[in-house]
């Protein structure tokens, strides 16, 4: 599973989701399906747009949570 850490970042960087809602012109209701790993995908504009607003990278806005994926020999 992929985590996507917007809320850590934004209180890293003293930022609410309304404030970044507003920098990124995306619905809150879009944003928090993307918090909450209710979308299958992002897009790249989306990804670039969230580390320049959040001053982060890649690798600090995404975390990959190993999970038990049971395989069908």
Known sequence: ??????????????????????KMNITSRNLN???YGKTTSISFKYIEEFCLYLNTNPGELFTYIKEDIKVNN
């Open 1 to 22: 599973m992929i985590k996507i850490n917007i809320e850590e970042l934004l209180k890293k960087n003293n930022r609410t989701k309304y404030w970044l809602c507003n």
């Open 33 to 35: 399906r993307i918090i």
